[in-house]
């Protein structure tokens, strides 16, 4: 047993260490590199995500207790510190650690919720981001009674590390979110948090912080007028929205099972407006937010920097156009870029009967752009 004052020796204070270490280097990936940033905002904003995540790497490995879990705050429109990971205005997720051994219940009640759902990944080693989704359930599979409310077991579930709970708001800023409870069915095992234990949830916590930061800042890459004319486009061009896809049971991270993604980037001057259009399929939800290069939204009630089924309104032929840009559009579903110069798009539609058709984007003068729908 280690006593304080062989702590230069604890595992703990080595694992400690070794994150602050991680911490200290982790900004050269938005500082230096293909994926530097190019304005102030971002730079700040590449701090203010390493606090983020910072937080969220706490919670998911350093305070956890699988045996007594409870769902934090994963994603929400209003919390500063819970921006990131592709987050949007639409919606409350949270999170719990849970054991593949044990058996859990999990109740609640929808809300205002139009779309909710559980999802179970695994953790192919410790800090490692998800690669399966192990379970699902979205509210069809679950019994909700006439006042919204739900209970359900789930467990042992092989493999189960994590278990992410999404919740979409027509409106975040005046629904009411979904409550989610979860209680594990056996005796809880004795609270230890030695130095052993510490030490392994900081090197997971290091781990975890040192993925994000492999993903994040997206890249932008370079408007279509820059590009080459000799050989193949370049891949992931700015101003332009990439193939939409279903999420299959395989995937990296804690992506949504029901969902398609279109993903896309901006690069706009001050006079200029990017025009989207697209036709939604049947389909429970969808929205498009602007992000910034790391994958975070701005806060509900700061501007409007998204637009979804229930605020958009259509062309007569069923389609959708929404218009993005730095300064003011008088289009019913123009999104700001709240000034940012550059940045990242984010389509979602939660169980569409077909994968979406891609949108269409064009680059157009500020006063050029629509300001009706068709």
């Given at each position: ?97 849970v054991s593949p051994d044990r058996r ?90 030695g130095d052993a234990e510490t030490a ?77 259009t697209h036709t939604p399929p049947t ?92």
């Amino acid at each position: 047993m280690t006593t304080p004052n062989e702590s230069t020796t604890a595992e703990s204070t080595l694992a400690w260490r070794d994150l602050l270490d991680t911490l200290r280097d982790l900004d050269t990936n938005f500082l230096q590199g293909d994926r530097a940033v190019h304005d102030d905002r971002h730079l700040a904003d590449g701090y203010r995500q390493l606090a983020t995540t910072l937080g969220v790497a706490f919670d998911t490995y350093l305070f956890a207790e699988p045996s007594r879990p409870i769902f934090i705050e994963l994603n929400t429109p209003f919390r500063r510190d819970r921006r990131w990971g592709g987050d949007n205005t639409d919606a409350f997720y949270r999170l719990a650690v849970v054991s593949p051994d044990r058996r859990y219940r999990i109740s609640g009640n929808k809300g205002d919720a139009i779309y909710f759902a559980i999802t179970g990944y695994n953790e192919p080693s410790p800090g490692a981001w998800s690669d399966k989704v192990v379970l699902h359930k979205h509210d069809s599979d679950m019994d909700v009674d006439a006042d919204g409310n739900f209970s359900f077991e789930i467990g042992p579930v092989p493999d189960i590390a994590a278990i992410v709970t999404r919740d979409y708001q027509l409106d975040a800023e005046s629904g009411r979110p979904v409550t989610w409870h979860i209680e594990a069915l056996e005796e809880p095992e004795p609270i230890r948090h030695g130095d052993a234990e510490t030490a392994a949830a900081l090197r997971a916590s290091a781990a975890w912080l040192k993925t994000m930061f492999m993903i994040i800042p997206l890249t932008i890459g370079v408007r279509a007028e820059e590009q080459q004319t000799e050989g193949h486009e370049i891949a992931g061009a700015a101003n332009t929205m990439g193939p939409p896809y279903q999420v299959p049971d395989s995937n990296f991270g804690w992506s949504a099972r029901d969902a398609c993604y279109s993903f896309g980037s901006y690069d706009l001057a001050d006079d200029e407006a990017l025009v989207i259009t697209h036709t939604p399929p049947t389909v429970r939800f969808w929205s498009m937010c602007v992000w910034n290069q790391f994958m975070a939204n701005h806060s509900a009630g700061d501007g409007r920097t998204s637009v979804n089924i229930a605020s958009a309104v259509p062309n007569s032929d069923g389609s959708v156009t929404i218009v993005v840009s730095a300064g003011e559009c008088a289009h019913p579903n123009a999104v700001t870029t709240m000034d940012y110069p550059r940045g990242n798009l984010a389509f979602r539609w939660f169980l569409p009967d077909v994968v979406p058709a891609m949108p269409e984007v064009q680059v157009v003068k500020l006063a050029d752009a629509p300001t009706s729908v068709s």
